[in-house]
């Protein structure tokens, strides 16, 4: 690990010189996988800070998991935001209709490069922004639609369930406004997402792989949590206690908010810049956090007070 400093105790950057770097995918050999929203790609941060691109991803690479074969999926929202620099902060900017090549699903083979589309739509409705993924262990993964808004308007989405294999697709929770991170319960039995504006955390029952309990207008119980005060939610993790680790966008400093299972917020780590966009957990322990510091273009590594949820693959 870098010992390079970030100003915050405990909190040190494992890589650096990335392009806004979101969907960190912790291995076994120490590395950490990251796509690069605006770079196009998919890169290999290795344990002494070194990178290496390990395929081109055209659009806009915005979540990354890791099957069991080694293979990659990854969200694409197909280039939904343009790039601002405020000098030395970079943002996602306006919506730019001219270069949006459509959002979907990839699979990415990390040793050849190739890239397979999986999904572009579902049930004839075009996938506009996917953003966030988590892989249930049962040959499937759910997955956010962020969506696009431009001037005036801005789309209702959806959160998917899909297949490993391309064989099939279907919408699980419609409507979502502009969800983000999305995870499922230690057991299994509950999905979580974030929804970026609202700032807020939804939880649902999971009764089937792809079904979720339905709601009424009025049902509050599967609201996990609303932030208080103004932020955006972005990417989460759940950790080995069921806490809900949500990397929060703030205009007084970007962090990862945890929020346990009753909905209570634990504690908020700052992580040192306002766009804080993601969270996984690694090392042989799963204590090691790593957290996507997307506006200043690296990923920063912290010890964490609890191990973190051992993914499916």
Same mark, same amino acid.
């Given at each position: ?7 915050? &105790? ?24 990251? =796509? ?62 001219? #270069? ?15 890239? &397979?589309? /999986?999904?572009?739509?579902? %049930? ?9 993924? =988590? /892989? ?12 696009? #808004? ?14 490993? %294999? ?24 509950k999905l979580y997402y974030a929804e970026t504006h609202a700032a807020r955390v939804w939880v649902r029952d999971i009764v089937q792989p792809g079904e979720v309990t339905p709601v009424t207008p009025f049902d509050t119980h599967h609201l996990l949590w ?25 205009? &007084? ?47 920063? &590594? ?8 051992? /993914?499916?693959?």
């Open positions: 690990m870098s010992t390079t400093g970030t100003g915050i &105790a405990g909190v040190d950057i494992f890589g650096k010189g990335l392009t806004f770097p979101e969907g960190p995918v912790a291995c076994d050999d120490g590395s950490v996988l990251v =796509v690069e929203m605006f770079g196009e790609r998919i890169t290999r941060i290795n344990p002494d800070g070194s990178t290496s691109v390990v395929a081109e991803v055209p659009g806009g690479p915005n979540g990354l998991a890791e099957c069991a074969d080694g293979s990659l999926i990854v969200c694409n929202n197909g280039g939904s935001f343009t790039a601002i620099d405020l000098g030395g902060l970079i943002l996602p900017g306006p919506f730019d209709p001219a #270069r949006h090549t459509g959002g979907r699903i990839e699979r990415v083979n990390p040793k050849t490069g190739q890239i &397979a589309r /999986l999904y572009d739509s579902c %049930d004839g409705h075009p996938l506009r922004g996917p953003n966030d993924l =988590v /892989l249930d262990g049962k040959g499937g993964f759910y997955f956010t639609d962020h969506g696009i #808004r431009h001037e005036r308007s801005g789309d209702r989405t959806s959160i998917y369930y899909a297949k490993l %294999d391309g064989s099939m697709i279907k919408e699980v929770v419609f409507p979502v406004e502009a969800p983000n991170g999305i995870g499922l319960s230690p057991d299994g039995t609303a932030s208080p005060t103004l932020v955006y939610l972005d990417s989460l993790a759940v950790d080995g206690d069921g806490n809900v680790c949500v990397a929060t966008i703030a205009p &007084a400093g970007g962090g990862v908010t945890v929020i346990s299972p009753e909905g209570k917020v634990v504690r908020f780590v700052a992580s040192g810049d306002v766009m804080t966009t993601n969270i996984c957990f690694g090392g042989p322990d799963l204590r090691t956090a790593y957290i996507t510091r997307s506006g200043v273009g690296d990923v920063v &590594a912290t010890q964490w007070a609890s191990p973190g949820l051992a /993914l499916h693959r």
